[in-house]
Nanobody
């Protein structure tokens, strides 16, 4: 069974930093795309994505402030968030696309973490 376990959210003042982590727990699979989304009321937006080979892409609103990275051996993705702004306040969700080692499971499977709250005070 695969689970995405997030950590690192919290309350921080504007201008501060936080680092989110997301571990893909389980066995017998390979993680491909990993990403962070954030949930504002009625909308979930992509924040940053990193491919299996390390290529990254960011939402315009976080470019230059956030950095996504991954440790493939640990099956973990990170989101370093610097110079945080009140508009960054949201629930952040980890997302991963993965394939299973067993031929019984074909194709790519999509998983979500439970969400971690980030609150930035002004």
């Amino acid at each position: 069974q695969v689970q995405l376990v997030e950590s690192g959210g919290g309350l921080v003042q504007a201008g501060g930093s936080l680092r989110l982590s997301c571990l893909a727990s389980g066995t017998a699979f390979t993680v491909l795309r990993m990403a962070w989304y954030r949930q504002a009321p009625r909308k979930r937006d992509l924040v940053a994505v990193i491919s299996a080979n390390g290529a990254t892409n960011y939402a315009d609103s976080v470019k230059g402030r956030f950095t996504i990275s991954r440790d493939n051996d640990k099956k973990t993705v990170y989101l370093q968030m610097n110079d945080l702004e009140p508009d960054d306040t949201a629930t952040y969700y980890c997302n991963a696309g993965l394939i299973f080692d067993s031929d019984y499971y074909e194709g790519t499977y999509d998983y979500w973490g439970q969400g971690t709250q980030v609150t930035v005070s002004s």
